[in-house]
Structures are given as C-alpha cells and as structure tokens.
C-alpha cells in the first residue's frame, strides 16, 4: 500500500520531471536542427567557395573593367548601358566574337559606376577552360564528372548541367555530346 506521503512525493517528482522532460525534447530538436543546418551551410560554403574561385581562363566575375581591357582587349562592340529591372543595376553587354565570349559589365546602381563583370558567356570558338579544365568542344561526360559534387539535380537535364544554382553558377549546355557552351553568372533572379 502507498502512504499519502509517499504519493504527494511522488507526484511532486513527475510533476517536476514532466517540464523537464518536455525542454529536454525541445533543447535535443534545437540541437539537431542545428546540426542539420550546420551541415547544409557547410554543403553550401564549399559550392560557394569553388564558384568563387572558379574562371573562364584569367577572365572571373567581378573582375574590373581596366583587367579585362587588360586580358581581353576593347570588346568589338558595345551595348548601350541600361537599367536592369530585376536588381537596379546598369549593365552593359560587351562582345568579343573572335574570342567566343561575351559579357555582362554592371556598373552597379548609378551609371557612372566602376563597371566589373556580372556574367560570362563563352561559345566557339573560346578556347578558355575554367579551373577544373573544362572548355568548349570537350566531352559532356568531362564536365559532369568534374562538377559532379556541386550540380543542382533539380534544374539540370540531358543537355544542360547547372553547377551551383540558376541563381548563381556554372552552366554548361551540350550538343551532340561536347560542350557547346558555358555560362557564368546567375540566370535567374
């Protein structure tokens, strides 16, 4: 038989265990959750890291006006220098068919801004590989094994691989097989 004592205790205890048992069960979720967003941050970092790093030849994003004149000459032409809705910056698209590539300049909020690179299209014949050593004309295989780690599944398809996201990244379109162009910068906003 249980005493009255015994049973005032005992229920004091649970009554004692139960809010510590429910903010146990919230602090381990608050902990997991943040393991598990930890780790998809650190998934991102590395894609993030690579893209940063990664180049068309010499030729980045970001890279200033008075470095490209360096490595790739005046651009043949010009485009006017226009508001680009999506984001308020001007940009400007410059043109090198001779050397397959063409570009996007932003000069940022104000016309008169110091334009860098915003977005890089390579087509034939560019002759330019981007770090891991991809270029056009190669094989469609080379690239997704190069990018393996950092392709997003979700948009990419048979005859295009996005490396990082449309929002910023690499994309390569195939033809036939062989890399038919390769795109730097986000595509989407």
Avoid at 80 to 87: I, K, N, P, V, Y
Avoid at 94 to 122: C, F, N, Q
Avoid at 131 to 142: L, S
């Amino acid at each position: 038989s249980v005493s009255p004592e015994s049973y005032l205790i005992s229920s004091r205890t649970m009554r004692l265990n139960h809010p510590m048992k429910i903010l146990t069960i919230l602090i381990g979720t608050l902990v997991l959750n943040m393991f598990d967003a930890s780790t998809g941050r650190a998934e991102e970092t590395v894609t993030e890291a690579m893209l940063r790093a990664e180049s068309l030849g010499k030729v980045r994003l970001g890279l200033p006006e008075k470095d490209v004149v360096k490595l790739l000459g005046s651009p043949a032409t010009r485009g006017e220098l226009m508001l680009q809705e999506a984001d308020g910056n001007y940009v400007q698209d410059w043109h090198y068919p001779d050397k397959g590539i063409e570009l996007v300049m932003r000069a940022g909020p104000k016309k008169s801004g110091g334009k860098t690179i915003g977005a890089i299209t390579a087509s034939a014949p560019c002759t330019f590989a981007t770090k891991k050593g991809i270029k056009i004309g190669d094989a469609e295989n080379a690239a997704r094994n190069a990018y393996a780690e950092h392709v997003d599944r979700e948009t990419s398809d048979t005859g295009t691989l996005v490396v990082g996201s449309l929002y910023g990244g690499i994309i390569f379109n195939f033809t036939d097989g062989k890399v038919s162009r390769i795109f730097f910068g986000a595509a989407a906003e």
